[in-house]
């Protein structure tokens, strides 16, 4: 689903990415971990157009991905943010909706989908609640109803689950999980948590100084 070769970025003249080379196959989960700065949130902005400007190829269902249009990347990729970025003067079911919104989806369809997926992540009866009134655990379920809302191909988490505790990680992870499942959706997860690797084992990509590994390197 997702083809990486010879990625390299750079920032205010100095390298973020060297050479990266990735696969992400269909309805694979991968998670992808690293110290902070390494690149890894890098990555995920070109991936959903965030950032333009890199050298190398990347292609996202045998697409070239410069050569996909905006609105069309953003039925292909969603994206699940650690900080939520949900609207606070929004209830639950809008700020899902608003993701079909920016896209030109039919109002009653759209409104009808968002209520689907609050239900399916376990917030149904919680529609027309404000932010302020819900849990962090449950602020994130909000933000993944508004990643799937549109079918993507490819899910990018990133870190969805650092500011949780233990107990609403697992939650969240496992949805992740179900839903990759289910959905047969790719999805790429930055995380720290080994424990949470440990609980729900995939295949692990590691990037160290932007450059990736298959492997952890050894500290020091």
Excluded at 54 to 61: K, M, N, R, T
Excluded at 94 to 113: F, I, M, Q, W
Excluded at 177 to 190: D, K, P, Q, Y
């Amino acid at each position: 689903m997702i083809r990486i070769r010879g990625l390299t970025q750079t920032y205010a003249g100095q390298p973020v990415l060297h050479g990266l080379e990735l696969d992400l196959a269909q309805g694979e989960f991968v998670y992808l971990q690293g110290p902070s700065g390494s690149g890894k949130s890098t990555l995920l902005r070109i991936l959903n157009r965030q950032i333009e400007q890199y050298d190398g190829e990347i292609a996202i269902g045998g697409q070239e991905l410069r050569s996909i249009p905006r609105y069309a990347v953003r039925r292909l990729v969603a994206t699940i943010h650690q900080s939520y970025e949900l609207i606070e003067r929004k209830t639950a079911l809008e700020n899902v909706t608003l993701a079909g919104e920016v896209l030109g989806r039919d109002p009653k369809s759209t409104r009808k989908a968002a209520a689907d997926f609050l239900d399916k992540v376990g917030l149904g009866g919680k529609e027309a609640l404000f932010p302020r009134q819900l849990s962090g655990g449950e602020q994130q379920r909000v933000a993944i109803a508004r990643a799937l809302l549109n079918g993507p191909s490819v899910l990018l988490a990133d870190e969805p689950t650092g500011n949780l505790d233990h107990a609403n990680a697992v939650r969240i992870v496992r949805l992740l999980r179900e839903l990759n499942e289910s959905e047969g959706t790719a999805i790429l997860m930055v995380t720290h948590s080994d424990e949470l690797i440990r609980e729900f084992p995939s295949r692990t990509v590691y990037m160290n100084g932007g450059v990736l590994h298959a492997h952890a390197l050894d500290a020091g």
